[in-house]
């Protein structure tokens, strides 16, 4: 594609015939024009005779005026008569009134070297000789009209002119006029000229030809070094990413193109942060698969045990309580499922929705106010809200997502508060994010645990709550649903002056609508 241009550049240079036939065509109207001036200035002062006697054209007298007439140009001339025979040649009339030289190369001289170009120059100016002539031309010593076949129109009343080509391939241009005198035709007029001044024009093509040669080999390099730096780099990401999509062991990397700062430097950064994400979300995946099965194999035993047990025994009272461990088992198993069910499928339902603002202000108001009449009512528990600076509280999300976020956090501070504690709400704009902070007044999180505890199936649960209430996955849940809005989860203690821990506080950063 990119030799296109070249070769079309090409192919004009070697069809610049029009213009030289442009140039043919000029010359030739030229030279008939000439021959009109001369064949009149002939019939004036040449030839013999009256309107009423025969007329005839002075041979001698002819010559000289012809001569005298073609000489200034640079042209030759030849006349013929009425009968046909040639009367004169101004080349022979020259060479008697004067004498010629002409420098003869030196005895060891050799020929200029000719190259490929040069040949191939030539070839086509002889494929364009021959496109342009109507046959050859013989240049007779002693020739007569028949000869020549124009200068026989000529002898009828026409004016003719014609392109024929020499054996040595040049272009020989000739007129022929009609010599008249009292609307009677005398003779004939042969102007000839060569075409040296056109071939002078060849070197130009021979130029444009080595021009376009030179952009061509440049054309070649330029098209190897983009192939070198742009296709050959693509080609290694395509056969890293065939053999990342069949690899079996390990975590595959994109190959390394270099410090590039344009698109194929883009596409490979793309591609391995693409990679690298994906495996990340393969080994989640891998992980989450473990902790499930493991999370699972749990109250399976026990309920399997109970059951068991439960069989070999007959005593009412005591299958009562193995019957009670089955339906709690069960209970624990159902919790876990849907819990393990809305966490596999909540990527992909973040992904699907389309995000708009959220009044983060109002839904948490609303949910002060069910929290207040219900669950945290009947624990004893009162939940606050303070909702600092005026706002606008609006974030960039799903309602039902932020909600289930700030229910997770608040049941589990619940699930910690002491009866009679309060659990506060606050909420204030800082910039692009909308920050909300839960407090609870629990015993706190030990240090070591704070981000253990966003952590899929990690459970620490207060003494007093029976075991299996809770799968473990809120607070994953909570991160997962932040981090997929661009907002931030993390969590804390709040600690007095002298430093003993007064409860816990989960912040909360969404993104500002």
Not at 93 to 104: F, M, P
Not at 167 to 190: C, D, F, H, N, T
Not at 233 to 242: K, N, S
Not at 399 to 417: M, P
């Amino acid at each position: 594609m990119n030799m296109l241009p070249i070769a079309f550049l090409a192919a004009g240079v070697v069809f610049l015939g029009d213009y030289e036939d442009a140039l043919i065509e000029a010359e030739l109207a030229a030279l008939t024009v000439h021959g009109e001036i001369v064949a009149t200035g002939l019939g004036e002062g040449a030839v013999r005779g009256s309107e009423t006697t025969i007329n005839r054209v002075e041979r001698e007298q002819a010559n000289q005026l012809m001569l005298r007439l073609t000489n200034p140009i640079g042209i030759r001339g030849r006349l013929f008569a009425e009968t046909g025979e040639m009367l004169g040649d101004t080349r022979v009339l020259r060479d008697r009134s004067r004498i010629t030289s002409t420098a003869l190369p030196p005895p060891d001289a050799e020929p200029p070297a000719r190259t490929w170009f040069t040949r191939a120059n030539d070839w086509i100016d002889a494929r364009l000789r021959v496109a342009r002539s109507d046959g050859e031309y013989v240049d007779l010593p002693d020739p007569v009209a028949r000869d020549y076949p124009w200068v026989e129109q000529a002898l009828r009343g026409v004016n003719t002119r014609t392109v024929r080509r020499t054996a040595e391939g040049r272009l020989v241009l000739s007129a022929a006029v009609p010599i008249q005198r009292y609307k009677q035709v005398l003779g004939a007029l042969m102007l000839t000229h060569d075409d040296r001044a056109i071939a002078a024009r060849a070197p130009v093509r021979l130029d444009m030809f080595r021009l376009s040669a030179i952009a061509l080999a440049a054309t070649i390099l330029l098209s190897l070094f983009l192939a070198s730096t742009i296709a050959r780099p693509i080609q290694r990401l395509a056969r890293a990413a065939d053999q990342i999509g069949h690899a079996r062991d390990g975590a595959p990397r994109m190959p390394d193109v270099g410090a590039r700062n344009d698109e194929i430097g883009e596409l490979a950064d793309a591609l391995r942060a693409m990679t690298d994400a994906l495996w990340r979300r393969i080994e989640a995946i891998e992980m989450f698969a473990a902790d499930v099965a493991h999370e699972l194999k749990n109250p399976l035993t026990s309920l399997r045990s109970a059951v068991e047990v439960a069989a070999r025994i007959d005593d009412p009272e005591k299958r009562g309580r193995l019957m009670a461990i089955v339906l709690d088992d069960v209970h624990r198993l159902n919790r876990l499922i849907s819990d393990i069910s809305d966490s596999s499928r909540l990527d992909a339902e973040l992904m699907r929705g389309e995000i708009h603002a959220v009044d983060i202000g109002g839904l948490l108001t609303s949910m002060t106010e069910g929290y207040n009449a219900t669950s945290a009512a009947k624990a004893g528990v009162r939940v606050a809200l303070d909702l600092l600076g005026g706002g606008p509280f609006t974030a960039i999300g799903h309602d039902g997502r932020y909600g289930q976020v700030f229910r997770n956090v608040v049941d589990n501070a619940l699930s910690f508060s002491p009866a009679g504690a309060t659990i506060t709400i606050g909420a204030m704009r800082e910039r692009e994010r909308i920050v909300v902070t839960i407090d609870d007044q629990g015993p706190g999180i030990p240090d070591a645990n704070l981000e253990s505890i966003f952590k899929r199936f990690y459970s620490e649960r207060p003494s007093a709550e029976q075991f299996g209430k809770h799968s473990g996955l809120g607070l994953s849940i909570c991160r997962q649903i932040v981090d997929a809005y661009g907002g931030s989860i993390a969590a804390g203690n709040r600690r007095d002056a002298d430093g003993r821990v007064l409860g816990a506080r989960f912040t909360i950063a969404l993104p500002a609508a």
